[in-house]
């Protein structure tokens, strides 16, 4: 396993245990995300979170829908066994989706969301989402470049930049936080190669689209660096 997975696995894991319920809570992004999982979805469809975490809100809200076939993976345990704990409806692997063990078209739809951006290899994670999905894969991206960083204040503040980061581990090094610190200073962030997929997905002739966080279709694909987040919907 390589530096970037460990950190996640053992450091950033320990984080996320709690950060989705007191930091982040049920955001609009995640209802609307939710809306395309059920468009793109029957009720007895097999489903899989391949980031699920805390299985807090997807996980969750799609039990409460009705879903009867919910699969949750993430690389840590300790996020598991929480969703596993409070969510025990769904049913639960423990996986890298880099390295993925499940046979072809295993799920009807396969999910990833507020994740993809620490992948080590999104290329290898991409390809398994597409091969262990039948129908529909849904994956958020995030498109940081020359041409949004200036116009994405938020962004570029949190996590563009290496000065807020410092300080941020200066804050967290003074509440004595420092498994925080340690994926803080040294888990990357990395953009999607856009212009890499969109040619693998042509290659393969893979129907695609992309949506605005505010769930628009980008209809111009020459627009697409203007939007910091994307969200790629692949229908197989
Ligand atoms: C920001 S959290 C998002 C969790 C959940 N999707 C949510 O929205 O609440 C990122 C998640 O991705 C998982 N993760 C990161 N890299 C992974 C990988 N290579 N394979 C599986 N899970 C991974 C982390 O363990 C973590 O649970």
Redesign the pocket.
């Known amino acids: 396993m390589n530096k970037q ?1 460990k950190l ?2 053992n450091n ?2 320990k984080y ?1 245990e709690t ?2 319920e007191k930091i ?1 809570g049920f955001m609009d992004y ?1 209802k609307n995300f939710l809306e395309l999982i059920y468009k793109y979805s029957e009720i007895n469809d097999k489903i899989l ?6 299985g ?3 996980i969750q809200e799609l039990i409460k829908k009705g879903y009867k076939n919910i699969y949750g ?4 345990y300790n ?1 598991l066994f929480k969703s596993k704990r409070n969510f025990s409806q769904a049913k639960y692997i423990q ?4 390295n993925f063990g499940f046979k072809n078209n295993s799920f009807d739809l396969v999910f ?4 993809s951006w ?3 290899d999104f290329d290898a ?1 991409l390809k398994n989402m597409l091969n262990i999905s039948k129908k529909t894969v849904i994956i958020d991206l995030f498109n940081y470049n020359n041409k949004n960083k200036k116009k994405t204040y938020y962004w570029h503040k949190f996590y563009g930049s290496k000065i807020h980061r410092f300080i941020d581990n200066l804050r967290h090094f003074y509440h004595k936080r420092y498994d925080r610190i340690v994926w803080n200073f040294s888990v990357e962030w990395r953009a999607a190669n856009v212009k890499n997929i969109i040619e693998f997905l042509e290659n393969q002739t893979i129907e695609f689209e992309f949506m605005t966080t505010d769930f628009k279709k980008i209809e111009d694909i020459n627009k697409l660096n203007l939007y910091v987040r994307i969200i790629l919907i692949i229908k197989k």
Do not use: E, M
């Open positions: 997975d996640i696995k950033y894991s996320w950060a989705r982040y995640d979170d391949v980031t699920c975490g805390t807090d809100p997807f993976s993430d690389i840590a996020l996986s890298n989706i880099q990833c969301v507020h994740s620490y992948f080590s994670a």
